[in-house]
Every structure is written in C-alpha cells, then in structure tokens.
C-alpha cells in the first residue's frame, strides 16, 4: 500500500532525496543562519587554518564524529 505525500521530484535536496516545501524552507534557513554565522566570524577576522582543516578532513576517515575546528583569529603573514 502506498501513501501520497506532499512531496514534490522537484525538490532534491543533497543524497536525492525528495523533500517537502516544508523541509525546505527549514534547510535553507537553517543554510542561511550558518552563512550569516561564517560571514560574521570573517569579518570579525576570524578564520579556520588551512593545515587545520586538512587535519581534520583526514580524521573523519577514522573518527567520523571528529569535531570540526573552531576559528582562530587570522594569523598575520608577512
């Protein structure tokens, strides 16, 4: 037995699947909030390092749940 949803094909989000006008809006507000947060934290110069985020790339092959660095203030390169 199938049931209807309010699904719509056109609405795909990451992994294929479908998602509802609802999920939607959820994920691009939740999308927006995280943007908002990043372009606060650059421009109050505050970054996370390149070796760092590398670093931890690699330890989710092994620790999937591995914390994400947390940005730094930008280091001065001269």
Known sequence: MT???SRKPNHIP???I????EELTTRLSH???V????????????????DDLDAWL????????APMPQPRPRAIKL
């Open 18 to 21: 479908p998602e509802t006008p």
């Open 35 to 50: 943007i908002a947060q990043a372009e606060a934290e650059i421009a109050a110069g505050l970054v996370i390092d390149g």
């Open 3 to 5: 049931t209807k949803t």
């Open 58 to 65: 690699d330890q989710l092959d092994i620790d999937p749940d």
């Open 14 to 16: 990451r992994y294929g």
């Open 31 to 33: 999308e927006a909030a």
